[in-house]
């Protein structure tokens, strides 16, 4: 046997004289590299220094095997190396080595100690490599590393590599490898480019040097880029098999492909746990991806004994076309053989940079069967809401054409429909522009404003016949400086398809099948407004109002009423008043800001054989005399500036960034204020002409920045009202509490800042966490516990803890009725004479049921691996609990498990539990039980 040994001291083969580190070998498919997935650089420390920067020295000696890991770069190429690597039909191959030995009588070249070779831009490292040229076997051996030129990599420490060059089938044992977050070891072979098998493998997505979890496969196929199969598989939580699958499948394609849609059922669904227990299988369908615009999914849904549902959509997107939207549909067949759909459409579409298009349409077949069939108990209080729309903008204004249907679940309210709904706004015109602000003169600045709108709505009670409305506006306005003339007219045309009540009164008797009325009313006004000092401003103003009623006692035409005239004045003024400070406050502020408005307006003469009309109210033509007093109270406190650090360290921190951006927080600091208390008071308004006040009821709004989302709104029934022995009604000072709601958040953050425990962000404002909010469904709670663990899990710590509160009472005062019935009493019963006197027999109204709830959401973690929140609505005039959101969530590093309980005000009642892999949902362990109250 001939054979010839080069030994190469510079880790790199020579031929003659010149460098040339080439072997030119006949094309043939080569793939010795094989690579599935990205290079990981945290796994492995060695891999850091695959590609060290060429003009570090290298501190290894030449003998040392482990400097091949490091990935010494080939010597650069002249023009023998060029030549070689131009040449028709063939394919470089570049490698080096500490000793390579080529032995002729079988081709075969062994390269030892440090080889590296290079084709196609991928790199293999090996301890030792061998090259069969009869055979165009490969085989290394040792430790070694596969990279192609995606950076993607397969490691083995122990080896061989054995491949097949002309069938381009390899093998490496026990080697390990990255695929997108797994991390997967065992023997591989490689068939092809694509296709890649495992034996007795092992695979996992946890990062720990010891993974707390682990899939243990016999078999796995790979099909770069298509899909993973792996089959039998089992679970193992450390070294504890816990489950076991006949197979697992996962699409691994990127972006959007046709498939089938993975099935989703519980372990109840096939193990009943009683017999009362319904299975539910959903899911069952098949996704296609159209195009790169457009998709659509058809499913079925089976739950046993009470119903199957069919759903699907259609969606599609051009973003260039500024077009996206999606059709949805789903069709329950019920066990009675009754049937029940809804749907819904959403578009959005912009033509130009002026126009929009919107439509977002929603449509269910029975309110009732939606009602009862939801467990979602937010949604038992949301609407059925469909809006389209239409807006275009012009360089002289903007049109709006739209339309809006509203669907309530809740029992007793009506479905309101408005259709159209126009708006048209011009856009302001200066008639009297001035060249320039220095020629501009009193006359100049003259501004014309102009807008109109249309709407019809119509309203369906469900036991009250249906009513519609039709509204129409049309305003103008002129305005120089503190000066304005506006003038606006309406109409508004009500129509009820038959009378739901007649009245005992015979004047107020409409007999007929419909019931119209309508009202032109029009009203021009001039005003100005002057400074008189400060911010106290004196806005006077003049008015004249008329009206024209037609309804059907007037045979629908027009009857004019009296032109009205009043003068009005208005007065605001902000009065301020300044307290020491107390604490972290350096001062505090009170706003006082007043508001009055008096009216006049003098009596005028009605037609008085136009009385008996109803809708023509005689009453609204008599003198007026009014005085309304509004109130605004506003407490601040501009807090002390943070202490500046040490000359030194301010000296330090001013020449980083860090240090500019610490001054523009402090200049911000400096001017911060804080409201303490704010105090809004609607207006109470008296009547000189009558003598007494016209507000019947009073209302405050308060609100706070010491306690975040803190809002507390009061109402009072002012007066009461009784009826005298003469059937006349008296109002008495009484204040009645009407309505009440309160809500605020409290939470660690806010109670360490208010008790001077420090705990705020750096800019010293209050940044209080958001309220837990409750999810629906399984995707959500993965996606919301993947993304607590990131922001606070992997940190160590835990959420501050979170408490938002809602109180609402509502209540009404006991009133007596407007014409009560009177009956005979002798007035004097030991008298000779038979006198009498009429009373009214006491009938009090029953009184509108009070109600009252309490609305809580509480959320906290008690470590940094636990979640728990609860949120629930108390009624506490029925004295039980409406719905119940319970959520507790358990991190388990790359595992989540999820305990979720809903009760919605319906009755339905929902329990889950799931337990899932955070980087592949669909892996999960889910129990899940449904049940409907009775009669749902």
Known sequence: MRALIIVCSAAALTLGAAPAPVFAAPYKPYNAALSFAPQDTTRRQPLKDLAPPRDEPDAETPGDSAAVERGEPFPPSDSIMEALMQRAGYRPVVYQGDTLVFTTSDRAIHIRERAHIERAGDQYYADSVVYQGDTRWV????????????GQEVNSEVGPLVYDTDRRIGTIRNSETRWE????????????????????????????????YRFEADKIKLILGNIVVAWPVRLYFGDVPVFWFPFMAQDVRQGRHSGILPLQFGVNDIIRNSPGRNRHISNIGY???????????????????????????????????????????????????????????????????????????????SQ????????????????????????????WGSLSLSGQRVQPLSEGQATTTTLPQLSLTLSPIVLTPARSPLDARWYNGLTWTGSTNLSHTLTQPPAAADERNLRSAVSSGLTLGSLNWNSNASYNETRIDKPDTLRTDTSATVIGSQVRRGTLAWRTSMGYRQRLIGTTNLTPSLNLDGSFFRSNQTGFEFISAPTRVSVRASLNSDIYGFFPGIGPAERIRHKFSPNLSWSYSPEVEPDTTRDDIVGFNPAGFQERHTLSVGLNQTFEAKLRPREEPPPEEAADDTTSGVGRERQGREATQEARKLTILAINTSAVAYDFV?????????????????????????????????????????????????????????????????????????????????????????????????QQRREAGERGDRRPWSLSVNYSLVRARPEPAGNPELEAVEADPGSRFSAFVFRPIPDVRTPTPNRQSLSLNLGFSPTSNWTLSWRTTYDIEAGEFVDQVVNLRRDLHRWSANFQFLKASNGNITFNFSVHLSDLRDIKFDYRQESRAAGN
């Open 287 to 365: 996704y296609w991806a159209i195009n790169d615009y457009m998709d659509a999914q058809l499913s079925m849904d089976w739950w046993s004994d009470t119903w199957t549902r069919l759903d699907g959509f259609f969606r599609y997107k051009w973003v260039r076309r500024f077009i996206d939207g999606g059709l949805a549909y789903s069709h329950f067949l019920l066990p009675d053989g009754g049937r029940e759909i809804s749907g819904s459409w959403n578009h959005r579409q912009r033509f130009g940079e002026r126009a929009d298009l919107r439509a977002s349409v929603q449509f269910v077949s």
């Open 181 to 212: 977050a797994w991390h997967v070891a065992g023997d591989f072979t490689l068939e092809g480019t694509d296709t890649l098998w495992v034996s007795g493998g092992h695979f996992t997505t946890c990062d720990l040097p010891e993974p707390h």
């Open 690 to 786: 009558e003598g007494e006040f016209t507000t019947d009821r009073l209302s405050n709004s308060i609100t706070s920045d010491l306690l975040r989302g803190l809002q507390v709104r009061v109402e009072h029934d002012l007066f009461r009202e009784e009826v005298n022995s003469f059937g006349e009604e008296k109002k008495f000072f009484d204040p009645f509490l009407t309505q009440l709601n309160l809500s605020f958040s409290v939470g660690e953050r806010t109670l360490a800042a208010l008790l001077g425990g420090g705990i705020a962000d750096r800019d010293g404002i209050i940044n209080e966490t958001q309220p837990f909010e409750e999810l629906e469904d399984e995707a959500a709670l993965a996606e919301e516990v993947d």
């Open 368 to 395: 009732q069967f939606q009602q009862d069939a939801e467990f979602n108990p937010e949604r038992l209080t949301q609407n059925i809401r469909s809006d389209v729309g239409f807006t275009r903008r012009f360089d």
């Open 139 to 150: 085989t290394g051996f040792g430790n070694m590393r596969l990279i192609n030129a995606k």
